[in-house]
């Protein structure tokens, strides 16, 4: 590994309220990123992060080894392969190449080299019109964005109602959620919107809450 670190150690559970943290400039001029966790050189490793693009900005043409991850926060990014507004979700596998901007402005959850396999299929999901399946949860609902019965990996958003309660079950492959709208809370904290957490491999909880939530959630992707 060269260069900063940052909670490279996925042994451990990490927990960050971005609403704290500052934005820090990326290569490209009038886009900003908060990183949450780095493995590997500081502009080729693997990497999670919240992305801004001011109005107007963009990333010169590039291609993603290793594959790219997105959800659309706020605003609407676009690329060659067209506009994509609040709730949009993408999958890009290795070898997908673009030249991301947005005219508006955006704000992004961006997951890179965390997809490899030029096999694997590119992923756009409009998760504010897509249909969500019950979880047998009361109060409890899943959309399922990716899953991959061969190395038991899961990416999806959960709504929970105020009041839902899930019982305590364990994360053999670990977890990480990104706290989209709302509240949620386990035996280890309480985490509002804006809060990113990473459990390793052999974790387990239970979870609540109170006023209702919609949480980002990748699972089984650690071991």
Not at 95 to 116: I, M, N, T, W, Y
Not at 143 to 169: F, K, T, W
Not at 201 to 216: D, T
Request: aromatic letters at 8%.
């Amino acid at each position: 590994m060269t260069g900063e670190q940052i909670n490279a150690d996925f042994s451990r559970r990490v927990v960050c309220d971005t609403a704290e943290m500052e934005w820090r400039s990326s290569p490209a001029a009038g886009v900003w990123r908060k990183r949450l966790e780095l493995s590997g050189p500081v502009e080729a490793g693997r990497v999670t992060s919240l992305v801004r693009f001011d109005a107007g900005a963009g990333f010169p043409a590039h291609g993603h080894p290793g594959g790219e991850e997105i959800l659309v926060l706020e605003g609407i990014f676009s690329d060659e392969t067209g506009d994509y507004p609040r709730g949009s979700y993408m999958l890009n596998p290795e070898g997908f190449r673009h030249a991301p901007h947005s005219e508006e402005g955006c704000v992004l959850l961006v997951k890179l080299r965390q997809f490899p396999g030029a096999a694997r299929r590119e992923v756009r999901i409009d998760t504010l019109s897509a249909a969500w399946r019950e979880t047998g949860i009361a109060g409890s609902s899943q959309l399922v964005l990716h899953e991959d019965e061969s190395n038991g990996e899961q990416i999806s958003l959960y709504r929970m109602a105020p009041g839902c309660e899930v019982p305590e079950h364990p994360h053999p492959g670990g977890e990480e959620l990104f706290v989209l709208e709302g509240g949620l809370e386990d035996q280890y904290g309480r985490y509002e919107a804006g809060c990113w957490g990473r459990n390793p491999a052999g974790s387990h909880h239970w979870a609540k809450s109170e006023a209702g939530c919609l949480v980002y959630a990748k699972l089984g992707h650690l071991t």
